[in-house]
């Protein structure tokens, strides 16, 4: 079990309901849904594409590319091409702070 590190803020999703950070070298793309955070890697597993800039919808990312999506709750693929899943990481807000589970 790893330690919750601050990343962001809520004020971080001002412009977007999607940022980037690295953390590590890991690029990690976290998601503002109904007051809730998601946290997934960044890069489609399909293609060489930030998720970040994408187009959300519900709790589904669609990849900027190729136009295949991935529920940003579980990552998993669930519109071709995207066929892989994406790694996800434990993320929960503390007051207006978002914080990840790193390991």
Known sequence: MGTWTAV???DDFAASD????D???REIAIFLI???VFATANRCTH????????FLEGHEIECPFHQGRF???TGAATCAPAELALATYPARLDGDRVELELG
């Not at 999607?18 to 950070?21: D, Q």
């Open 18 to 21: 999607a940022i980037e950070i």
């Open 47 to 54: 293609g060489d594409a930030k998720l970040c800039e994408g």
């Open 71 to 73: 529920d940003v709750r």
């Open 8 to 10: 962001a803020s809520l």
């Open 23 to 25: 953390s590590g070298g």
């Open 34 to 36: 109904g007051g809730a």
